[in-house]
C-alpha cells in the first residue's frame, strides 16, 4: 500500500504517512472526512491515538516499543540521513553510523526555560549516516512508554514524560502562571503541537480517561502524563481545608473538564522516592543504613 498523496510505502495500518506525514484513515487511503481543526479554532476533541501494536512509523523510521509496561524499550529504525529527537540521556543503545549531535532547542531562551522547567537544556538528535541505523530510548526510571501518533493536535505534556518525537514536532516549555503543576511537578509544562509521533513515557503504566464535553474529572498532579490541549484544567487542593487536605495524604490536585482525553500513570514517583526515604542512609553519623537496631 502506498500513499495516495506522494507515492511512499505504507505500515498496514498506519494512521499518517511517514514520509510526507498526510494523515490515513483504515486501509491507507487518504481521509474523507473534514481537515484537521486549525490551530486556535474551537475543537471537540479527537482524543489521543496510540497503537495497539505498540508498532508504527513516522518521518523516515519505524519504531517498536518492546517489554511493556513495567520496564518499556522504544526500538526507533532510521532510514539513511533520516533523524529523530529525543530528550538528553534518554539513549540506551545505537548503530555504530548513528551521528548524535546535542543542542539547544530554542537558543538560550528556550534552554534557560527548558532547565528551569525541570527538563535538560538540551536536546539529542540522532541521525542514521551512510545507511539504515537503529536508536533505542527508554526513561530513567521503570515504567511504560507509549507512542502517540498527533494528526495536527496541540498536547501538555508533563516535563519528565517527555522521550522522544518526530524532529517535526514543535515541543516548547510553556509558563503554566496560575495552573502551574507547583506541587512537586515545577513550574512549566511542555506543549507539543504538528503532526508525527511523539513518545512519552510514565512511572508506571499507563491508564487512558476520555472526557465528554463538560465532563470534570480529578487527578493528582503526580499522576499525569498528558492531555489534550482541548481539555481544560483548574489546581486545586484535594480536599476543602487545610486540615482535611493533611489528614487526606493528598496534595494538588487538576481539575479537567472535557472534551478530550488525559494519559494518566498508575504511580506516583514522589510518593514512592517517600516510601523508599526509610531506607536510604542517614545523613549524619556514621553514614551506614538505618535499620532501626
Request: proline share 6%.
Amino acid at each position: 500500500m502506498n500513499c495516495p498523496k506522494c507515492g511512499s510505502g505504507l505500515l498496514p495500518g498506519a494512521q499518517f504517512c511517514g514520509a510526507c506525514g498526510t494523515p490515513l484513515s483504515e486501509g491507507g487511503m487518504a481521509p474523507t472526512s473534514p481537515p484537521p481543526t486549525p490551530a486556535g479554532a474551537p475543537s471537540t476533541g479527537r482524543g489521543i491515538t496510540i497503537d495497539a501494536d505498540a508498532k508504527g512509523q513516522g518521518r523516515g523510521y519505524t519504531y517498536e516499543v518492546l517489554h511493556q509496561p513495567s520496564f518499556a524499550l522504544a526500538v526507533v529504525k532510521l532510514q539513511p540521513e533520516q533523524s529523530i529527537q529525543a530528550e538528553a540521556g534518554a539513549m540506551v543503545s545505537m548503530s555504530a553510523n548513528i551521528e548524535l549531535q546535542s543542542q539547544m532547542k530554542g537558543g538560550l531562551v528556550g534552554a534557560l526555560k527548558r532547565a528551569v522547567g525541570g527538563e535538560s537544556a538540551f536536546v539529542s538528535t540522532f541521525t542514521a549516516r551512510g545507511g539504515p541505523g537503529e536508536v533505542t530510548l527508554a526513561p530513567g526510571g521503570p515504567g511504560d512508554i507509549a507512542a502517540l501518533e498527533m494528526g495536527n493536535q496541540n498536547f501538555f505534556v508533563q516535563s519528565s514524560s517527555y522521550l522522544a518525537g518526530d524532529v517535526g514536532l514543535n515541543v516548547d516549555t510553556r509558563w503554566g502562571g496560575a495552573k502551574s503543576f507547583f506541587g512537586g511537578e515545577g513550574l512549566f509544562v511542555l506543549q507539543v503541537s504538528g503532526t508525527g509521533v511523539l513518545l512519552v513515557s510514565s512511572f508506571g503504566a499507563i491508564h487512558r480517561k476520555r472526557l465528554v464535553p463538560g465532563e470534570r474529572y480529578v487527578v493528582d498532579t503526580g499522576h499525569l502524563v498528558a492531555w489534550e490541549g482541548t481539555t481544560q484544567y483548574t489546581l486545586r487542593k484535594a480536599a476543602s481545608g487545610f486540615f482535611r487536605t493533611l489528614v487526606s495524604g493528598e496534595g494538588v490536585v487538576a481539575e479537567f473538564s472535557g472534551p478530550g482525553e488525559i494519559l494518566i500513570q498508575t504511580r506516583n514517583l514522589a510518593a514512592f522516592a517517600g516510601l523508599m526515604k526509610p531506607f536510604f542512609p542517614t545523613q549524619g553519623g556514621g553514614g551506614g543504613f538505618n535499620l532501626g537496631g
